[in-house]
């Protein structure tokens, strides 16, 4: 089984709504190729939150660690150049933009921060998971990391973790795991994402990974 870790969005509003984001392309794109994936995130408890669970569902992915926070709303990404709601004034989120939050910090859109996921949720989530092989880390805080660190150490499974484009790797990550540096993207199913998801399936099901991570390196992963 493979526990990836991140940050759940929606794309879009209404019946055509799906989740956005890399965390859950990598969750996707690993359920596609077969494996069992559950997902460790927090959700707002709204009606948004709702459908990023009916939409992980239709992908295939587990949501039985994925919390709900009713402080914070789920991050609502616009479908391409459709207007959003902040604070009663409309604003279009930058499709170039590598993430909500820099685009948020370029002015480009105005979105609330979406629920944070502690450290202390992440190793819960993770002792409760039967069977774990590959554990995924996408943009996640350094206390996270740490997390799952200590946790693939314990339950003796393979590690990726996903940093921002710049961001230094952490110096504490065993011998085995594989960290590379990938921009957030919102298209499921394609690019480095996906990229991502088939090497941890191919971890996740013993199949010999040497092509699967150099598909990887060939997506633009760094």
């Known amino acids: 089984m493979i526990a990836v870790i991140g940050t759940p969005r ?40 709702d459908a990023v669970l009916l939409a992980m569902a239709r992908h295939f992915i ?21 207007p959003i709601d902040v604070d009663g004034s409309e604003t279009t989120l930058d499709p170039d933009a590598a993430d909500v939050g820099a685009a948020e910090a370029a002015g480009q859109v105005a979105v609330p921060e979406g629920p944070a996921l502690e450290a202390a949720d992440v190793g819960l989530a993770l002792r409760y998971l039967p069977e774990l092989a590959v554990i995924v880390a996408v943009h996640v805080t350094p206390d996270v990391i740490d997390e799952t660190v200590a946790a693939a150490g314990w339950a003796q499974t393979s590690l990726i973790v996903v940093l921002r484009p710049g ?53 633009g992963a760094t």
Do not use: M, W
């Open 62 to 82: 587990g949501h039985v660690a994925t919390l709900r926070d009713p402080a914070r709303p789920t991050v609502v990404v616009p479908a391409e150049d459709e």
């Open 167 to 219: 961001e230094a790797v952490p110096e504490d990550l065993p011998e085995h795991a594989v960290a590379v540096a990938v921009a957030d993207d919102d298209d499921i199913g394609a690019g480095a994402g996906s990229a991502i998801g088939r090497y941890a399936a191919a971890l996740d099901q013993g199949e010999p990974a040497a092509e699967a991570f150099d598909a990887l390196v060939a997506s």
């Open 10 to 49: 929606l794309r879009g509003t209404g019946p055509e709504a799906d989740i956005a984001g890399l965390a859950t392309g990598i969750a996707a794109a690993a359920a596609a190729a077969g494996s069992r994936v559950e997902f460790i995130g927090k959700t707002g408890d709204d009606p948004a939150g």
